[in-house]
């Protein structure tokens, strides 16, 4: 893609905006602007990953471990901060998890060949990606000490409070029964904590939404595992993590439509 972006125009994606100059203009001449709805699944248990792939503005993908019962319990939420795929493997390994596009939107993605080739090409640009994986595994490392230690208000209310900062935005397109399944618990136990959040004024709900009404006081009912996270990113990748109230610019650039 000739004349992709510059490095100082805002593209939509904090990683890709963290490249150096040079990184960029090894990176981008494989990146190609791609857009996917909600439910898209990028890859599932055992595919093999072709694609990295990097949500723009308000996209938000899910990892999800899958049961045997079938139930996708969500083990990651990956938006503007961060990648989905190989971002550190060496080439297109088997994947383990179900990578889910939660809401839709704009991508950047590379085929894992450029990728590789372009980690070959500067110590740098693969020492950020390797980075970024520390954060993603300090990430699902929290998701495992959160799900055996908080309530499931704490979880709602720490989900909800990731996914806005993730995303930008303030109403999510989630419901209430994908929430419940992502969590891993039942769909009336969740109902009665989303109404007991409405209740408190920190959220509302619409036909298929859910919107956060008071960010502060959400965020003082939600457990301290979104802060551990978004300190490590601070530590590790410094600017990367999504400012409060800071909106990464979207792509302006055309795309093409998911297959």
Known sequence: MENLQKQSEPIGNNLLRALRADDWEILHPGLEQWWASAGTLLHEPGDTVRFAYFPCGSALVSYLVVLSDGRAIET???GREGAVGGIVSQGRLPAYARAEVQLGGVFFRIDLHHLE?????????HHLFARYADCLMAQVFQSVACSAAHSIEQRTARWLVAATERT???ELGVTQEQLATMLGVGRSYLS??????RQRG???TRRARLAVSNPVGLRSLACECNAAVTRHFNDVLQGVYPAENGVAGSPSVPFRKAQ
């Open 202 to 204: 920190v959220i509302e």
């Open 117 to 125: 080739e372009a980690k070959l090409r500067s110590f740098t640009l």
């Open 168 to 170: 930008g935005a303030q």
């Open 76 to 78: 990651a939420l990956i």
């Open 192 to 197: 009665r904590v989303i109404r007991d959040l």
